[in-house]
């Protein structure tokens, strides 16, 4: 009897109803695939290095007072008003920064000034630099560029390691 349907032979030698056509569209597709495989491995020998993303905090913004522990923010204050930045022409930068202690106990600190030059360039640093900041006092931190060059700053606190 003949209908729709064609027999194959499967692996133990019998015979098989299948439906006409299914069988060579699934060889298509299973080969299809393998040689994507074959051909998508075999391209991508050479990786490119990780690479960092975009800083979404411009430079402009970067503070000029930062702190290395997350502790000190809520435990020194500063007011921008009362910073001293002294740039005679020709001469160093000097800067003055009044960091007041809001806490009860003496803190034991380190800080160290980063100088920039007009491109943001580093062109120098202060070293770090010990302090003792009393309970509910202001303290001036205070840092003299060593390049001419240095035309802007940042103050790093943390506490004395």
């Known amino acids: ?9 499967d692996l ?3 015979f098989a109803p299948r439906a006409r056509g299914i069988g060579a569209v699934a060889l298509v597709l299973m080969s299809c695939m393998s040689a994507a495989v074959l051909v998508t491995a075999g391209c991508d ?4 290095p990780y690479a960092p993303g975009g800083d979404p905090l411009p430079a402009s913004n970067y503070p000029k007072v930062a ?3 997350p502790e000190l923010s809520g435990m020194l204050v500063v007011d921008p008003a009362t910073v001293v930045v002294d740039h005679p022409q020709g001469r160093p930068l000097k800067v003055t920064v009044p960091l ?3 806490v009860e106990h003496t ?11 007009a491109q943001g360039r580093p062109v120098g640093q202060s070293g770090w630099a010990y302090t003792t900041v009393g309970p ?8 003299n560029a060593i390049s001419p ?3 802007d700053w940042r103050l790093e606190v943390r506490f004395d390691r």
Not at 1 to 9: A, K, N, R
Not at 107 to 117: C, E, G, S
């Open 12 to 14: 133990t030698g019998r």
């Open 107 to 117: 803190m034991k600190l380190q800080y160290q000034f980063l100088w920039r030059d």
């Open 149 to 151: 060059d240095a035309a």
């Open 136 to 143: 509910r006092l202001q303290v001036p931190f205070q840092g």
């Open 1 to 9: 009897m003949v209908t729709s349907e064609s027999t194959v032979s």
């Open 67 to 69: 702190f290395h522990d």
């Open 100 to 102: 007041r202690s809001t």
């Open 45 to 48: 020998t050479v990786k490119a």
